[in-house]
């Protein structure tokens, strides 16, 4: 799964690449609870590594489909 943060008075966006079994809701309600307290929202990356962003600079959150579900070529 693709999680796409956009941080304020940053021209780029923070992407992170999740395990494929992330649990969605639970990540959204993660996402939710960090952003309403201003606290840091940690996620793990595919590869294991630990994330803190600061919730109270994000400015939107994208959640993408996970890597099973993209379609390559045509359709």
Same mark, same amino acid.
């Given at each position: 799964?693709?999680?796409?943060?956009?941080? %304020?008075?940053?021209?780029? !966006?923070?992407?992170?690449?999740l395990? $494929?079994?992330?649990?969605? /809701?639970?990540?959204k309600? *993660?996402?939710? %609870?960090?952003?309403?307290? !201003?606290?840091?929202?940690?996620?793990? $990356?595919?590869?294991?590594? /630990?994330?803190?962003?600061? *919730?109270?600079?994000?400015?939107?959150?994208?959640?993408?489909?996970?890597?099973g579900?993209?379609?390559?070529?045509?359709?």
């Open positions: 799964m693709d999680l796409r943060i956009g941080i %304020a008075q940053s021209p780029r !966006e923070l992407e992170i690449e395990p $494929d079994d992330t649990d969605r /809701d639970a990540l309600a *993660a996402i939710e %609870a960090a952003v309403s307290d !201003e606290s840091t929202l940690w996620v793990t $990356d595919k590869k294991g590594a /630990d994330i803190g962003i600061n *919730a109270d600079r994000i400015t939107f959150v994208s959640l993408g489909a996970s890597d579900a993209r379609k390559i070529g045509f359709a």
